[in-house]
């Protein structure tokens, strides 16, 4: 966990309480955490599942990798270390739209377990949904819509995970995807379909 280095600051309690917030949007607030090798589809699911949540009147938001290191993380490499602070980043932004009752997707290959789970303690059981969009190397090379398995192989890119850094796969999703043989709407309409037989979409 990250060190806490400012001092002389106080937690200020809002008037608003997260529950509050959640019965003015008709349903609880959540992380969708959608974690997978490059090219496994999680972007595609996560906006597709977006997508789907909108058209039902859900109030959503979406993370996305790529997104994210345009903007709030653009400072960020893929160290290890620059990798878990990317992480904790998006857990504690994540975290924040979750309390005030969004369906929060987020989009990274996130890895490393650890990291995922300081996710996971961080928003909170059942908050927490870890989606593993579970796609072999193979699949994932042979779409490589970035090139960027290409690249690595021919030793352009350095610490690429899957080719010669490590993807540590979820021990306790509690959702995994067969991204090898459905469709990309088959795998959100599952996503779907856990939300609302776990009691996520109402109150």
């Known amino acids: 966990?990250?060190?806490?280095?400012?001092?002389?600051?106080?937690?200020?309690?809002?008037?608003?309480?997260?529950?509050?917030?959640?019965?003015?949007?008709?349903?609880?607030?959540?992380?969708?955490?959608?974690?997978?090798?490059?090219a496994c589809?999680?972007?595609?699911?996560?906006?597709?599942?977006?997508?789907?949540?909108?058209?039902?009147?859900?109030?959503?938001?979406?993370l996305d990798g790529d997104n994210v290191r345009h903007g709030l993380n653009k400072n960020l490499g893929f160290s290890a270390e620059d990798r878990a602070e990317n992480i904790r980043r998006i857990g504690e932004v994540a975290k924040l739209f979750c309390e005030n009752g969004i369906l929060t997707?987020?989009?990274?290959?996130?890895?490393?377990?650890?990291?995922r789970d300081n996710n996971r303690t961080l928003v909170g059981e059942g908050?927490?949904?870890?989606?593993?969009?579970?796609a072999s190397l193979e699949t994932c090379e042979a779409r490589d819509p970035?090139?960027?398995y290409k690249k690595a192989r021919a030793g352009e890119i350095k610490g690429f995970t899957g080719i010669d850094d490590p993807y540590e796969a979820p021990e306790n999703a509690e959702l995994i995807l067969d991204a090898d043989n459905k469709s990309?709407?088959?795998?959100?309409?599952?996503?779907?379909s856990y939300l609302e037989s776990n009691g996520q979409l109402s109150l």
């Open 1 to 38: 966990m990250s060190e806490q280095k400012a001092t002389n600051i106080t937690w200020h309690e809002h008037q608003v309480s997260s529950d509050d917030r959640c019965k003015l949007n008709g349903h609880k607030g959540a992380v969708l955490w959608f974690t997978g090798l490059s």
């Open 41 to 62: 589809g999680k972007s595609t699911v996560a906006n597709t599942v977006d997508h789907k949540l909108h058209e039902m009147g859900k109030h959503t938001t979406v």
């Open 105 to 115: 997707l987020t989009a990274f290959i996130s890895p490393y377990r650890a990291d």
């Open 127 to 134: 908050q927490f949904i870890e989606i593993y969009v579970n």
């Open 146 to 148: 970035k090139g960027l």
């Open 184 to 192: 990309i709407d088959e795998l959100a309409d599952e996503v779907i």
